[in-house]
T-cell receptor, first 111, second 109 residues
């Protein structure tokens, strides 16, 4: 298994543009997590899915952020419109028990 | 509410010196505690968990419920230990982790 896969690895966009980050969890894992990592705040949980259903989205900063998990092997995190303060590394992680396996992250830069 | 505190953003030690990365938590119940590590340009990965009571890469961590701490220790630091270390907590039966803000360990040759 290649582990958790994220794409793109790097994204540079301009303020106001829509950004879509993608994640493929490890096969068989039924929980998926989206995190944001910044120098100031460290690692913050944005949203958590269990069996494709969003369980806790209290970490989603505002309505500009949305996440979907249409099936067990794919999830997206969308930012529309993007702002410079959204610049961060976004991680996806999946788990079947209480160990989380992280993807390589997407480094987002909003100019 | 559950919270994880890592008081040091940066810790520098000389090679061969002992290392202690501090972690304190707040949780009303029986938590599970973890240490995750992120080496330069690599993904975050699990280093150890308190229920395993094992030593990984020479690191150990003991859960002290009286002091609500889960400090990470290694008797002799090596250069390859330089990385970002995150302490994390989950409630019993929960898959959700609460992370501390991380401590960057720098081992000086």
């Amino acid at each position: 298994d290649a582990g958790v896969i994220q794409s793109p690895r790097h994204e540079v966009t301009e303020m106001g543009q829509e950004v879509t980050l993608r994640c493929k969890p490890i096969s068989g894992h039924n929980s998926l997590f989206w995190y944001r990592q910044t120098m100031m705040r460290g690692l913050e949980l944005l949203i958590y899915f269990n069996n494709n259903v969003p369980i806790d989205d209290s970490g989603m900063p505002e309505d500009r952020f949305s996440a979907k998990m249409p099936n067990a092997s794919f999830s997206t995190l969308k930012i529309q419109p993007s702002e410079p303060r959204d610049s961060a590394v976004y991680f996806c992680a999946s788990s079947s028990v209480n160990e989380q396996f992280f993807g390589p992250g997407t480094r987002l830069t909003v100019l | 509410a559950q919270r994880v505190t890592q008081p040091e953003k940066l810790l520098s030690v000389f090679k061969g010196a002992p290392v202690e990365l501090k972690c304190n938590y707040s949780y009303s119940g029986s938590p599970e505690l973890f240490w995750y590590v992120q080496y330069s340009r690599q993904r975050l990965q699990l280093l150890l968990r308190h229920i395993s009571r094992e030593s990984i890469k020479g690191f150990t961590a003991d859960l002290n419920k009286g002091e609500t701490s889960f400090h990470l220790k290694k008797p002799f630091a090596q250069e390859e230990d330089s990385a970002m270390y995150y302490c994390a907590l989950s409630g019993a039966g929960s898959y959700q982790l609460t992370f501390g803000k991380g401590t960057k360990l720098s081992v000086i040759p």
